[in-house]
């Protein structure tokens, strides 16, 4: 029975922490006299608590059982409820003896691994819980019980997707002969869950190589390559989504990580009661796991501190188109204050000698032009010198000018 009444802040009453689907998958695996038998039913939610409670009966002419629940995940439904009604739980609990604390795991934890005491004081049970959450293409819950003197196994699985399911089903089938293990579900599934980040990861790498492309910085390892020079505007977003991608596969990779060394770890003391070949194939195939986990988290590195140096290499090429932008700017800006200098002068002068230089009044008889022009030409030419001198001047002097006034400070210092 439930010992916890609250969870959260709500009661086991509330029903706005149940969410019933329509469909669950009943497994199960046996070994009779006849052979291994593999079974896999349709269940309606009204079958689930007679199902569970005639599962749990004394087995007759069975040597060992693999009875699994699977639950699949519903998208339009509430992933933090659980997808049974409180008398399924109950059932579960009271003939399963699947704890409670695995359904409040479900509604507090993340991805977890970890175990639980099927029944308090009894050594002859053990129970495992496996949680794959966020960032996970594979995501589940499993909670197992295993009750050695009869070797039957309980589980429950919700949260799973229908293409997983079928994968799942897939690989159990396949080795349906070890289904006597209780650990071979739950390492199946991380299984499952490190190949998704695998492929994951090798996604997200294979997206980062035509950027590294596109931006010539393999010409080290491939000094032929011709790249065409990318949309500089949009790649800090491209390289901040796959460093993004990269941290949440690193993340996951970090739990699974967790979730390989606890099962090692549950095995290790499995092989010390009984030394099995199947245990000790099955901590070799967590060993390649643990391997499999730190080659992706390298790679993951790699991508990330490569992805970081072209984050600085954008922002400064990025800094080059503005600075040339700017130039040409100012170049234009150049062109047009010294046109404007040039005539300056001299409409500033004929503006205000005109009348003495010119005379072209129509009673005039005279000389149109006075003598007296070339004094016009000569200051117009000094004064237009003079404003260019100092237009290209003053900018050298601001940039000497604290500098002296600095090297005056320290000499006076030193004196």
Excluded at 44 to 50: A, H, I, K, S
Excluded at 76 to 85: A, F, H, I, W
Aim: aromatic share 12%; net charge positive.
């Amino acid at each position: 029975m439930i010992t916890f009444s609250q969870t959260g802040n709500k009661s086991w009453n509330d029903p706005s922490l149940f969410d019933k689907i329509d469909e669950y998958l009943y497994v199960t695996v046996s070994k009779l006299d006849s052979g291994i038998k593999y079974s896999v039913e349709s269940k309606r939610l009204d079958e689930l608590v007679p199902l569970i409670e005639s599962s749990s009966a004394s087995p007759v002419n069975r040597e060992w059982s693999l009875q699994l629940l699977i639950a699949p995940q519903v998208y339009e439904r509430n992933v933090k409820r659980l997808p049974y009604s409180k008398q399924v739980i109950d059932a579960i609990q009271s003939n399963w003896c699947i704890a409670d604390v695995c359904f409040h795991a479900h509604l507090k934890a993340g991805s977890c691994a970890m175990p639980f005491n099927p029944k308090p004081c009894d050594p002859s049970w053990t129970g495992s819980m496996i949680r794959f959450m966020y960032s996970f293409p594979f995501k589940c819950t499993l909670a197992v019980s295993h009750d050695r003197s009869t070797c039957i196994t309980y589980g429950i699985c919700f949260g799973i997707e229908s293409t997983n399911i079928n994968a799942l089903l897939s690989k159990l089938h396949f080795s349906k002969e070890h289904a006597h293990q209780p650990f071979l579900v739950p390492l199946l599934m991380t299984d499952m869950a490190l190949t998704g980040l695998k492929d994951f990861s090798s996604k997200t790498y294979n997206d980062f190589l035509p950027v590294r492309e596109a931006m010539g910085c393999n010409l080290y390892f491939n000094p032929e390559s011709k790249y065409t020079a990318p949309d500089l505007s949009d790649m800090p977003r491209k390289l901040t989504v796959l460093v993004n991608a990269g941290a949440s596969n690193s993340a996951s990779l970090s739990a699974t990580k967790a979730v390989i060394n606890y099962l090692d770890k549950q095995l290790e003391e499995e092989q010390l009661k009984k030394d099995e070949d199947l245990i000790v194939r099955m901590r070799d195939y967590l060993t390649l796991m643990r391997e499999v986990v730190d080659g992706t988290k390298r790679k993951n590195d790699y991508l990330k501190e490569s992805v970081q140096a072209q984050v600085q290499m954008v922002y400064t090429l990025l800094a080059q188109q503005d600075n040339a932008l700017n130039h040409r700017y100012g170049a234009d800006m150049r062109v047009i204050a010294a046109v404007t200098l040039l005539f300056l002068p001299g409409t500033f002068v004929a503006t205000l000698f005109s009348a003495s230089f010119w005379d072209f009044s129509p009673g005039n008889q005279s000389s149109k032009v006075s003598s007296w022009v070339w004094l016009y030409w000569l200051v117009t030419a000094s004064l237009t010198a003079a404003v260019l001198c100092i237009w290209r001047g003053f900018p050298r002097m601001k940039q000497f000018m604290p500098w002296r006034g600095t090297a005056r400070h320290g000499s006076s210092k030193l004196a």
